[in-house]
């Protein structure tokens, strides 16, 4: 499975991104979706998951009620709605993948999964 994510840049506090991550190579329906963020000099942190039918979503304490993970498995993509920016939200945000039999199963450490794209940077101006 080869995710490829996109979507990140430049934006002031207060403002909006949408990142997408397009998958291809695997059944992506039958796929936990992740997004994970790493801040320069910190640890990969679990930002939001996804379960293969959108049904269950599941987010770090640090974005909730500002970002939004959702899937459109017609188009094997995963997208993270970010509003509400702030500076401390500053990274490389990358997508995650993992194939799971339970369909509404959400997995939210970086060890759980298999597959991650290379990274899309983020960076909120104060």
């Known amino acids: 499975v080869q995710l490829q994510a996109s979507g990140g840049g430049l934006v002031q506090a207060g403002g909006s991104l949408r990142l997408s991550c397009a998958a291809s190579?695997?059944?992506?329906?039958?796929?936990?979706m992740g997004w994970f963020r790493q801040a320069p000099g910190k640890e990969r942190e679990f930002v939001a998951t996804?379960?293969?039918?959108?049904?269950?979503?599941s987010y770090g304490d640090s974005v909730k009620g500002r970002f939004t993970i959702s899937r459109d498995n017609a188009r094997n993509t995963v997208y993270l709605q970010m509003n509400s920016l702030k500076p401390e939200d500053t990274a490389v945000y990358y997508c995650?993948?993992?194939?799971?039999?339970?369909?509404?199963?959400?997995?939210?450490?970086?060890?759980?999964?298999?597959?991650w794209g290379q990274g899309t940077e983020v960076t909120v101006s104060s």
């Open positions: 995650a993948a993992r194939e799971l039999y339970n369909n509404y199963g959400v997995l939210i450490f970086v060890d759980e999964y298999d597959y």
């Open positions: 190579g695997g059944t992506f329906s039958n796929f936990v």
């Open positions: 996804i379960s293969r039918s959108g049904a269950r979503t």
